[in-house]
């Protein structure tokens, strides 16, 4: 059984220096009410990051020397568990492991008839359901309004966009080069496309984009792009944290505008969130996002990173943009 621990907490970026390789024979004997699963599928995702710091934050930190957990999608090899039977996929929060014991809690059954494995990970897993619910309970959204999306080509990003066009708005993308640029546009159709690494005045680049105005923000990296968008907010606006990853890996307090100017004098809403926050809508939103799906009205990226040994450098990855769409580690 191959595992891999958290060896340190990472200073600024994380390296793979920072996580440890545990090799082992070990016996997995299951008792009653207990599954032995087979690891098939990892998500890596940035919000991994904030649980590597011994700070107080929505989840408890990762402990050092012990695995390290994520989304994931498991096949039963072995059960005494009444529900779940060999053959069976399951996908929850799982240790980064080749192998592991479990008695199901907090596990869903997935099908693979339905949809790829993979996609339990992403567009029907938490990346789907934290856009849905992020754009549809916070951002309100109503036909002919406008959306700006930054990270656009991620995950969570490019999900947000095709919603928001389901949904009636324009949507105007974020991303880190041309070739994304094109992918929002032709893939997800998206509106507009911004590549911030080449456009020297994004403030003025999303007045342009959006002569109009912006009447919803969906917010997943922070920082200097995210302050741009402040200046052309309408009243009322809809602000939606989702996350911050340009400032993930900062060892000193960042430098930005202050937004209580923008807030007070357009009356906007700016709000952040986990998507366990509406834990109780998960059913009809996963069922609203697989319709659409089976309808083609969705579509998704992922970047799959083959082996075990490489999901540490699958994870730092994202902090360079090497990913389109979801990334994953196939075992």
């Known amino acids: 059984m191959k595992t891999i621990l958290l060896k340190n907490r990472p200073k600024g970026k994380p390296s793979v220096s920072d996580f440890e390789f545990v090799e082992e024979d070990v016996a997995l004997d299951i008792t009653d009410g207990e599954v032995l699963l087979e690891t098939v599928y990892v998500s890596v995702d940035p919000y991994l990051r904030g649980r590597m710091n011994d700070s107080k934050s929505?989840?408890?930190?990762?402990?050092?020397?012990?695995?390290?957990?994520?989304?994931?999608?498991?096949?039963?090899?072995?059960?005494?568990?009444?529900?779940?039977?060999?053959?069976?996929?399951?996908?929850?929060?799982?240790?980064?492991?080749?192998?592991?014991?479990?008695?199901?809690?907090g596990l869903n059954k997935v099908d693979p008839n339905k949809a790829p494995l993979s996609a339990y990970l992403g567009i029907l897993g938490m990346t789907g359901l934290t856009a849905y619910l992020g754009l549809t309970e916070i951002g309100k959204p109503k036909a002919g309004e406008t959306l700006v999306v930054s990270g656009a080509a991620g995950a969570v990003g490019s999900v947000v966009g095709q919603i928001g066009k389901i949904l009636g708005l324009k949507v105007i993308g974020?991303?880190?080069?041309?070739?994304?640029?094109?992918l929002l546009k032709t893939k997800f159709g998206f509106d507009e496309g911004i590549n911030y690494n080449t456009t020297e005045d994004m403030t003025a680049a999303i007045k342009e984009a959006a002569p109009d105005g912006v009447d919803i923000y969906f917010d997943n990296?922070?920082?200097?792009?995210?302050?741009?968008?402040?200046?052309?907010?309408?009243?009322?606006?809809?602000?939606?944290?989702?996350?911050?990853?340009?400032?993930?890996?900062?060892t000193?307090?960042?430098?930005?505008?202050?937004?209580?100017?923008?807030?007070?004098?357009?009356?906007?809403?700016?709000?952040?969130?986990?998507?366990?926050?509406y834990a109780e809508k998960f059913p009809e939103a996963i069922k609203q996002l697989a319709t659409w799906l089976g309808e083609e009205k969705l579509t998704y990226s992922e970047t799959i990173v083959e082996g075990f040994d490489n999901?540490?450098?699958?994870?730092?990855?994202?902090?360079?943009?090497?990913?389109?769409?979801?990334?994953?580690?196939?075992?």
């Open 221 to 250: 990296v922070g920082g200097p792009i995210s302050d741009a968008v402040l200046f052309s907010i309408n009243r009322f606006a809809r602000i939606i944290i989702c996350g911050a990853i340009s400032v993930y890996n900062n």
């Open 174 to 182: 974020i991303a880190g080069s041309d070739e994304k640029v094109d």
């Open 58 to 105: 929505y989840v408890p930190p990762f402990e050092l020397n012990k695995p390290v957990q994520s989304g994931i999608v498991a096949k039963v090899v072995a059960s005494k568990h009444n529900e779940h039977k060999e053959g069976d996929y399951l996908s929850g929060m799982l240790d980064w492991k080749t192998q592991q014991v479990s008695t199901g809690e």
């Open 252 to 277: 000193e307090l960042p430098k930005s505008v202050s937004v209580q100017p923008f807030l007070v004098k357009n009356s906007a809403l700016m709000q952040g969130f986990i998507v366990s926050n």
């Open 311 to 331: 999901i540490p450098q699958a994870f730092i990855d994202l902090f360079d943009g090497k990913n389109k769409g979801k990334m994953v580690v196939k075992i």
